[in-house]
């Protein structure tokens, strides 16, 4: 297989990676934001808890896998990213400390303010991922502001205040908004009673919420912020990992360029504009997992529209076009792509096959009575 074929196939799979931990470990997180709001006593909470407390470990392996997969398939992502946006990084990884103490402790004391403090723990541990997530989606369709001296040592030339810019925080309250439908929707399938109420008024909510910032956001893409061309005349596709050896014009409204170029990307948006009015419409029926389905379908397209409209960029720079990061000029040698995609082709489908077994062994809804009989195994 040719250099070339193995950077747009390692481009593939670190967007289904991303997706898969979105379409995954979303749902935990959109359940953890609820946490406060849907449960009015605690064993409604625990209820709520227990809905996601046997799989959001496992669900964090696809973040931990597309985190790596970055590491070892973009070198000079990685790199770039940890030096300007570690103290974002640091933000996310002391927020998510709160989840595991949070669902092993919170239920280890019959003490109501104990139990509190650690629902709120377990809120902020899922709220803020969900939100910077985003923010750093917001700031990559901006351009990050970094370059690349002549030595490709790359220098951080912006601020942690300056990433909380309006479209960043326009596109973090997208990535909150469309977690929090996911797990909305997650919830309708475990639960039932006055909590699958709650959780149904919140669906359509937050569903039309998300599907209309979704649009306000393409508004500032196609108007207000710079996207980035690659002058193709210049790209070198399967050469070394330098990416000072293209050209890279930036202007409002370039991210759109890709769309009249290969008109079928526009699937994506529409995939995520559906997929959200699809859930809103099904928020009130009786086809919970239907209206579950239909949250994935609008994750699964809002994430491509992002990675569809940047195509072939992945970490573009603002300082300085030049030193932009593409597929092309990011990735790792020949044999590493090799190595990681024969891994990939053996443990994927195990790790799949083991994922779905786990789902259906856990099957069917969580109830006050499940918990009463089990009150000193689950959480």
């Known amino acids: 297989m040719d250099y070339t074929t193995l950077k747009l196939i390692w481009w593939v799979l670190i967007g289904v990676l991303l997706i898969g931990f979105a379409l995954t470990d979303g749902f935990d997180m959109g359940v953890g934001a609820l946490l406060p709001f849907l449960g009015k006593t605690d064993s409604e909470r625990r209820i709520i808890i227990n809905t996601v407390g046997p799989t959001w470990e496992g669900n964090q392996v696809w973040f931990v896998?597309?985190?790596?997969?970055?590491?070892?398939?973009?070198?000079?992502?990685?790199?770039?990213?940890?030096?300007g946006l570690y103290v974002a990084l640091l933000l996310v990884l002391f927020a998510l400390f709160f989840r595991p103490v949070g669902f092993d402790y919170r239920s280890k004391l019959d003490n109501p303010q104990w139990r509190s403090a650690w629902d709120w723990a377990l809120f902020a541990g899922s709220t803020v991922p969900a939100l910077v997530f985003g923010v750093a989606f917001g700031n990559l369709l901006q351009g990050v502001p970094f370059f690349f001296d002549r030595d490709l040592r790359v220098t951080y030339t912006g601020s942690f205040w300056a990433l909380l810019n309006p479209f960043a925080l326009l596109c973090g309250l997208i990535s909150l908004l469309m977690l929090?439908?996911?797990?909305?929707?997650?919830?309708?399938?475990?639960?039932?009673?006055?909590?699958?109420?709650?959780?149904?008024?919140?669906?359509?909510i937050t569903s039309l919420l998300t599907v209309s910032l979704f649009l306000v956001a393409g508004v500032f893409v196609a108007k207000i912020i710079p996207g980035y061309y690659l002058l193709t005349d210049s790209t070198v596709t399967d050469g070394p990992a330098n990416p000072l050896l293209k050209s890279v014009f930036s202007a409002p409204g370039l991210w759109l360029s890709n769309y009249s170029q290969y008109p079928w990307m526009i699937i994506a948006p529409l995939l995520g504009c559906v997929g959200a009015l699809l859930a809103a419409l099904l928020?009130?029926?009786?086809?919970?997992?239907?209206?579950?389905?239909?949250?994935?379908?609008?994750?699964?397209?809002?994430?491509?529209?992002?990675?569809?409209?940047?195509?072939?960029?992945?970490?573009?720079?603002?300082s300085s076009p030049q030193s932009s990061l593409t597929l092309w000029d990011a990735a790792?040698?020949?044999?590493?792509?090799?190595?990681?995609?024969?891994?990939?082709?053996?443990?994927?489908?195990?790790?799949?096959?083991?994922?779905?077994?786990?789902?259906?062994?856990?099957?069917?809804?969580?109830?006050?009575e499940t918990i009463e009989q089990n009150k000193h195994s689950m959480y």
């Open 283 to 318: 928020a009130n029926s009786r086809l919970q997992k239907s209206g579950f389905m239909a949250t994935g379908l609008m994750i699964i397209g809002i994430i491509l529209t992002a990675g569809c409209s940047m195509f072939p960029f992945v970490m573009p720079s603002s």
């Open 332 to 368: 790792s040698s020949k044999l590493t792509l090799e190595i990681m995609l024969l891994t990939v082709i053996v443990f994927l489908p195990v790790v799949l096959l083991y994922t779905g077994w786990v789902y259906r062994v856990i099957r069917g809804r969580v109830t006050a």
């Open 180 to 204: 929090v439908s996911h797990g909305a929707a997650f919830l309708r399938t475990k639960t039932d009673g006055a909590v699958a109420a709650r959780a149904s008024r919140i669906l359509r």
């Open 65 to 83: 896998t597309a985190g790596g997969a970055i590491f070892a398939a973009w070198p000079l992502v990685y790199a770039s990213a940890f030096s």
